[in-house]
């Protein structure tokens, strides 16, 4: 089953935060996050684990609520480089099988 | 370190015709994990590969097949081919796969026409 993303896009001014949402209607174990530029590959933010664990390289913040199915990601004071579409994923684990969300593009404005 | 190779990047085939797609991981990564991204659909899993057994596969038709070397390699063939399946194809190598960091290579642009 397909994670559901909201906003499916957003548009900031630099400078600005916004929250990105990935729901399940299944039990979740895990939320990958992935952000893709235009033309690019997609490159790893963060994956939130159940329990309470968090691996991740960027200065990005996240929620996983795990009663809810529910994960959030945080975008403080966005800068440019921010814009993007943003992937949630769920599934990995023992599963190998990550089922991404259809993305939500952000844009950040000067 | 060398990233994620996939060959070749471009592809224009003609329906009915067959396609194989190749993926070179990361070296010491042995998690190989293939996706389709069309615009209506976002990122589709195909299937993960590791130590050359397939783990996983997603809800793809059987004309999508896939196999992994001894060496992490990866290739993925897709037969008859039908004009819906013109897409970016995209592979993703990790250590491990499951709840690990994975790093996607630039894709294969396949056309079909």
């Known amino acids: 089953q397909q994670p559901v993303q909201s906003p499916q896009a957003v548009i900031l001014r630099e400078g600005e935060d916004a929250v990105i949402n990935c729901s399940s209607s299944?039990?979740?174990?895990?939320v990958h996050w992935y952000r893709q530029k235009h033309g690019e590959a997609p490159v790893f933010l963060m994956i939130?684990?159940?329990?309470?664990e968090q691996k991740g390289h960027e200065k990005i913040s996240a929620s996983f609520n795990e009663k809810k199915q529910q994960s959030s990601l945080y975008l403080t004071a966005s800068q440019l480089s921010y814009s993007g579409t943003y992937f949630c994923g769920t599934g990995g684990g023992s599963n190998y099988k990550l089922t991404f969300g259809k993305g939500t593009l952000l844009t950040v404005n000067p | 370190k060398a990233g994620v190779t996939q060959t070749p990047r471009y592809l224009i085939k003609t329906r009915g015709q067959q396609v194989t797609l190749s993926c070179s991981p990361i070296s010491g990564h042995r998690s190989v994990s293939w996706y389709q991204q069309t615009p209506g659909q976002g990122l589709q899993f195909l299937f993960e590969y590791f130590s050359e057994t397939q783990r996983n596969k997603g809800n793809f038709p059987g004309r999508f097949s896939g196999r992994q070397f001894s060496n992490s390699r990866s290739e993925m063939n897709v037969s008859t081919l039908e004009l819906g399946d013109s897409a970016l194809y995209l592979c993703?190598?990790?250590?491990?796969?499951?709840?690990?960091?994975?790093?996607f290579g630039q894709g294969t642009r396949l056309t079909v026409v």
């Open positions: 299944k039990a979740l174990y895990s």
């Open positions: 939130l684990l159940k329990g309470g």
């Open positions: 993703a190598s990790s250590a491990r796969g499951g709840d690990t960091e994975a790093f």
